[in-house]
């Protein structure tokens, strides 16, 4: 590249739900339990919590519906759509009625 060469600047994308949906990042796959037992690589355990990361604007519209951005929160991980967006494809969009509680501070 000489001076003259410019770089184009791609805008960064976003996802946001439509729909009664939310945005998920699920938490990271446990590798030891609780009890200290180192877990193998091969292992499957689905990990089914995460945060919202957006949720739509019906959601946000809707006061029956108690999610909002940043809450933790146990789904379904049945019928969640995974966004192949980043590399570790953690973001999933989820239907509000697979989100199944919500973790609260008392």
């Not at 446990?30 to 200290?36: I, S, Y």
């Not at 029956?64 to 953690?90: C, H, M, T, W």
């Amino acid at each position: 590249m000489d001076g003259n060469d410019q770089i184009e600047v791609q805008p960064l994308e976003t996802v946001e739900p439509i729909g009664k949906r939310v945005l998920i990042r699920k938490d990271e796959d446990k590798k030891q339990t609780k009890g200290g037992i180192q877990l193998p690589d091969n292992i499957e355990i689905p990990t089914i919590t995460g945060r919202i990361v957006a949720v739509s604007a019906e959601v946000q519209s809707t006061p029956e519906i108690p999610l909002s951005q940043y809450d933790k929160v146990l789904f379904n991980p049945k019928g969640a759509i995974p966004v192949d967006f980043e590399g570790d494809n953690r973001l999933f969009v989820v239907e509000v009625e697979n989100v199944v509680a919500v973790f609260r501070k008392s």
